[in-house]
């Protein structure tokens, strides 16, 4: 570390005067930052180590514009314009004139303080000079310098070109002026800029990371597959890409540097990087840019997965399925509406069973509704919704299901009571038939254990709303046999659901990723490290998520949230996962969420 005493050297650049900047480190982010600030209209000296690195960011740049222009997002003639205003070099003393430096060199400190020693020697005084670190000390990498009020983090995400989000990171000693004028600088890239203090992670990778992390341990215990978890994430909470395609593009040897920084910061096991991501980089499984990380593609940098090793082969599998003609379904909310619906649709036959004929009348009215809707978008036509309806049998007696091949339960999520059921359904239904729970919560072994036949007992857990979601997680026990899994995918794929396999773990996939994640979001909160506006404002844009974490704990219920958090704590003991004291408290308290018209946020 450097003695250098903090001095303000110079009159920092300002938003106007920036107009020369170098971009330092061309790998996937020094190359998307290049393309951004080339088209931004400022001029770039995008410098590298090496010719042959040098000429790999060329092409990442070459390649990127190309697609814009293909997309329509970029003409040809700006194109060209943005790649004339780059000035490609191996030689750091090219940035004596520059008004803004934007590294984006490997995740070492020693990298990072050597070069920034260099760039305060060649840069003029007034520069700027900002780290696209994603997890190291800002502040340590300042110190390095003669000009450390004059150092920030400008952290940009991955697609830099159309992630239009950036975490500037403040450190104590950096100037105001300077954070106004990178966040400005920021504005003039279209990226929406948020200011947060140095701490690892900052605010998007603190959230992200030990999700993905998790994932990978899913994956590392075989739990479900990568394509399971996966297609899981992307279906079942709206993601762009899922946890183990996105490491691939982050790159693996990245994310594990980002994880250890994380670790060895917070003490937090779970961003203790899972053993699997240190194999994977031994080996030179990089991700994408290496061609080959929990995927394989058609070449380094390609996003094209090709057929590997590890790809599922279906139809491969000479396990025999039991036939399905006809289903049951117990319940009469929202889940059993939706449930019995998607499988009058697909052409099964369907007695649902509800507790009074009043509920048996609700149900019927609920779905004509939503086929009605379905022929007025123009989804259905009115012989399919009148082939549906006369498809879908009420009734008030359990007794009704004894002649169906399946009956899928969506009745209220108490043990004692989902007892009983299975109790009955095991002496009602004929032999042979699937049990299946929608349970999101309880251990489905519990279910099948107290019947005679646990090998048909299945979990098959739907998504909200059911008729429309294609995520079904289907969860086997360690009874339940592989013709009832074989027979569970058939009849989702027949259903027009998307299937996914896990082990009977509480949370499953989907919530065991989700629920720790916005935990963290509120523990973020309760740090007073950031607000919910711009935690939500990080996961959206840097993440592209559809919603950001406490518009979503709104939307789930407050209550539905800290049971699950509660289940997945009393499951796996993992002391990151205890409900957060603020989620409780407004439990307590009956702030709900949207239901209430209070949680996070105050509705109208
Ligand atoms: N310039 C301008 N626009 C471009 C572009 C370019 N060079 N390249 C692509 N685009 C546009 C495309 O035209 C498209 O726009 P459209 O939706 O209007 O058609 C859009 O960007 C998406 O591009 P693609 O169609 O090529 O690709 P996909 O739709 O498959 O999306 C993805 C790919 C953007 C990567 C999306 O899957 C995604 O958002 N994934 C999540 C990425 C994420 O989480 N990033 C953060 C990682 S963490 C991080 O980076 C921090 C670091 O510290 C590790």
Request: with cysteine; net charge negative; aromatic share 8%.
């Given at each position: 570390m450097s003695q250098t005493p903090i001095s303000d050297s110079a009159t920092p650049a300002t938003p106007s005067s920036i107009t020369r900047v170098g971009v330092v480190g061309l790998g996937t982010m020094g190359a998307g930052i290049t393309e951004v600030v080339a088209r931004s209209g400022a001029h770039v000296w995008a410098v590298e180590a090496t010719e042959v690195d040098l000429a790999r960011g060329v092409k990442t740049i070459e390649g990127s514009t190309s697609r814009a222009v293909a997309k329509g997002k970029l003409s040809d003639q700006e194109r060209t314009e943005l790649l004339a205003r780059i000035t490609f070099t191996t030689s750091l003393s090219d940035l004596a004139e520059v008004d803004l430096v934007v590294e984006a060199v490997p995740e070492?400190?020693?990298?990072?303080?050597?070069?920034?020693?260099?760039?305060?020697?060649?840069?003029?005084?007034?520069?700027?000079?900002?780290?696209?670190?994603?997890?190291?000390?800002?502040?340590?990498i300042s110190v390095a310098t003669g000009r450390p009020s004059q150092v920030v983090g400008l952290h940009f995400f991955n697609p830099a070109p159309v992630q239009a989000f950036v975490e500037i990171v403040r450190t104590v000693v950096s100037s105001p002026e300077v954070v106004d004028t990178v966040a400005e600088?920021?504005?003039?890239?279209?990226?929406?800029?948020?200011?947060?203090?140095?701490?690892?992670?900052?605010?998007?990778?603190?959230?992200?990371?030990?999700?993905?992390?998790?994932?990978?341990?899913?994956?590392?215990?075989?739990?479900?597959?990568?394509?399971?978890?996966?297609?899981?994430?992307?279906?079942?909470?709206?993601?762009?890409?899922?946890?183990?395609?996105?490491?691939?593009?982050?790159?693996?040897?990245?994310?594990?540097e980002i994880l250890d920084t994380m670790y060895k910061e917070g003490r937090d096991r779970l961003h203790a990087p899972s053993p699997v991501l240190k194999h994977m980089v031994t080996a030179g499984l990089r991700g994408r840019k290496s061609g080959r990380g929990f995927y394989t593609y058609e070449a380094p940098h390609s996003p094209a997965v090709v057929v590997d090793a590890h790809t599922p082969n279906t139809a491969g599998e000479a396990v025999a399925t039991r036939g399905i003609g006809s289903v049951g379904v117990v319940g009469s909310g929202t889940m059993a509406t939706g449930i019995a619906e998607a499988f009058a649709k697909a052409g099964l036959d369907v007695i649902y069973v509800a507790r009074s004929e009043d509920k048996v009348k609700a149900v019927r009215g609920a779905v004509e509704k939503s086929l009605e809707k379905a022929v007025q978008r123009g989804k259905l036509d009115e012989a399919g919704r009148d082939a549906a309806l006369a498809r879908l049998v009420g009734s008030t007696k359990l007794d009704d299901l004894a002649k169906v091949d399946l009956v899928v339960e969506a009745i209220v999520e108490e043990l004692s009571v989902k007892l009983a059921l299975f109790e009955n359904l095991d002496e009602i239904c004929k032999p042979g038939a699937i049990l299946a729970t929608t349970t999101s919560s309880l251990p489905v072994v519990e279910m099948a254990a107290i019947t005679s036949r646990p090998q048909d007992v299945v979990g098959l857990h739907f998504f909200n709303p059911a008729a429309v979601m294609k995520l079904v997680e289907i969860v086997s026990t360690v009874a339940t046999s592989d013709d009832v899994i074989a027979t569970s995918r058939e009849l989702c794929l027949r259903i027009d659901k998307h299937p996914v396999v896990c082990a009977d773990r509480a949370g499953f996939i989907v919530n065991a990723l989700l629920f720790p994640y916005l935990n963290d979001a509120i523990r973020m909160l309760e740090m007073n490290y950031a607000d919910a506006d711009d935690i939500d404002l990080a996961m959206k844009r840097g993440c592209g998520y559809p919603m950001g974490p406490f518009e979503l704990l709104d939307v789930v219920g407050l209550d539905v949230s800290l049971a699950i958090q509660q289940t997945l704590y009393r499951e796996f003991r993992e002391r990151g996962f205890a409900p957060a004291p603020r989620l409780e408290h407004l439990v307590t308290a009956g702030y709900l969420g949207r239901k209430t018209g209070r949680g996070f946020r105050v509705y109208a």
């Open positions: 070492s400190m020693e990298i990072k303080s050597a070069l920034f020693a260099a760039l305060d020697e060649i840069t003029p005084a007034h520069a700027i000079l900002a780290s696209n670190t994603s997890s190291l000390s800002v502040t340590e600088f920021a504005r003039r890239l279209g990226k929406e800029p948020v200011v947060v203090g140095d701490k690892a992670g900052f605010i998007a990778n603190a959230l992200l990371f030990g999700y993905l992390n998790h994932a990978v341990t899913m994956y590392e215990q075989k739990y479900a597959t990568r394509e399971d978890i996966d297609a899981s994430m992307r279906l079942g909470c709206g993601l762009p890409m899922g946890p183990l395609a996105l490491l691939d593009l982050i790159g693996l040897d990245t994310a594990y």
